[in-house]
């Protein structure tokens, strides 16, 4: 079996997850990335439909899993406004790790259910029809229609994001 660090293959229990949910999806292999914008640049989508995964805990211990466009930044107040908690924080890499020891650190899937978590999705992701999420792997995502993954996952939405304004500090207004 393949360690995290050396996954030369999508998640098996993604893949498996949503065949067993009826959610159609395509596998794309890439070159190894890091970050969302780099990962639909590789794909070839626009990183408005490709998901950011971020984890989040509250202090009462529950875990959320939050799904961003890729040219998005979570806002932890949002976050905790629509998760219910007065404070949230980001979970740290060792608890992502632990969470979804199958997944390299950095590439979770936007699946809360296959890691015993809620997932949560911003607004902006409900305006796409398909969108793109890592596959477990650095190297490897995959496309599936919104609709199908949102009811599979039994996404709720709210505002959780502010937007990225990529501009230089000096042409922002």
Known sequence: MSTPATLERPSPALLDWLASHHVEYEVHAHSPTFTARATARAEGVDPRTFAKVVGVSSPDGRRHLVVLDATDHLDLSKAGEVIGSDDVRLLSE?????????????ALPAVGALFGLATYADYAVR????????AGSHSFSVRVERAGWERACGVVYGDLASESDSRPAWARS
């Open 94 to 106: 060792d608890e992502l790790t632990a969470l979804a020891p199958d997944c390299q650190a950095g």
């Open 127 to 134: 305006d796409d029809t398909d969108i793109s999420f890592n």
